[in-house]
C-alpha cells in the first residue's frame, strides 16, 4: 500500500540554521499539507497546498517558513532561521480528490 | 469548522470492544466526522470517517446519531496494539486542513 514517506526521521540544528524537511507524498494525490506537533502538544495546521500555491496557511506559519515542490514528487518544508521554539515533530500529510489526508511518519526536529 | 469534544481517556480490556464517543453538536451539515489515531509519537493514522450513515471498515465501525450531533468509533475486538490516542474531527472534503484536539487516550489492558 503506498505511503507517504519522510526524511530525515530526526534531524538536529542550531539555532539559526537553515532546514529542509523532505516528503514525498502518494503518487496520485494533489493535496499536500505540512503539520508540527511539540512534545506534549496537540498536533497543529500549518499549511496546505494545491496546484502549486499555497491554499491556506496558519498563523504559526511566517516568514521563516515556506513550502515547495520542485518536482513532481518531492514537498519540502523550509525554516530559513530556526528558533528553539521550532522543535516539534513535523508531519507531512497528503491526499487525493474527495478523500482523506494521509499522514507520514514524521521529522523529529531539535533545535539548540 | 466543527468543535469536538472527547473523553480524555478511556481503558478497556483486551478483546473487548472499545466505544469512543465524540460530540460535535456544531457540526455544518456538509462536514464529515473523521477519526484518526496516533500511536506514541508516530504520524496520525486514518481510521474511517462518515457523514450521515454508518460506516465500516476492517478498522472500526462508526456510528453517527441521526442528529450528527454525535457519533461513536468502535474498535470491535481491542488488542493492546490499538493502545493510543483517538482523535475526532469535523471537517470538509475539498481539501480543508484539519483541526486536531487532545483526543481521547485509550489503553488497552490485558
Known amino acids: 500500500e503506498p505511503e507517504v514517506t519522510q526524511t530525515p526521521s530526526h534531524q538536529v540544528t542550531q539555532m539559526g540554521q537553515e532546514v529542509i524537511l523532505r516528503c514525498v507524498p502518494i503518487?496520485?494525490?494533489?493535496?499536500f499539507y505540512w503539520y508540527r506537533q511539540i512534545l506534549g502538544q496537540k498536533v497543529e495546521f500549518l499549511v496546505s497546498f494545491y496546484n502549486n500555491e499555497i491554499s491556506e496557511k496558519s498563523e504559526i506559519f511566517d516568514d521563516q517558513f515556506s513550502v515547495e515542490r520542485p518536482d513532481g514528487s518531492n514537498f519540502t518544508l523550509k525554516i530559513r532561521s530556526t528558533k528553539l521554539e521550532d522543535s516539534a515533530m513535523y508531519f507531512c500529510?497528503?491526499?487525493?480528490?474527495?478523500?482523506?489526508?494521509?499522514f507520514g511518519p514524521g521529522t523529529r526536529l531539535l533545535v539548540l | 469548522d466543527a468543535k469536538t469534544t472527547q473523553p480524555t481517556s478511556m481503558d478497556c480490556a483486551e478483546g473487548r470492544a472499545a466505544n469512543l464517543p465524540c460530540n460535535h453538536s456544531?457540526?455544518?451539515?456538509?462536514?464529515?466526522v473523521y477519526w484518526y489515531r496516533q500511536i506514541h509519537s508516530q504520524g496520525p493514522q486514518y481510521i474511517i470517517h462518515?457523514?450521515?450513515n454508518n460506516e465500516t471498515n476492517e478498522m472500526a465501525s462508526l456510528i453517527i446519531t441521526e442528529d450528527r450531533k454525535s457519533s461513536t468509533l468502535i474498535l470491535p475486538h481491542a488488542t493492546l496494539r490499538d493502545t493510543a490516542v483517538y482523535y475526532c474531527i469535523g471537517g470538509d472534503n475539498q481539501g480543508g486542513k484539519l483541526i486536531f484536539g487532545q483526543g481521547t487516550e485509550l489503553s488497552v489492558k490485558p
Open positions: 462518515g457523514l450521515k
Open positions: 456544531t457540526i455544518s451539515g456538509n462536514e464529515y
Open positions: 503518487s496520485n494525490h494533489l493535496y
Open positions: 500529510a497528503s491526499r487525493p480528490v474527495w478523500e482523506t489526508q494521509y
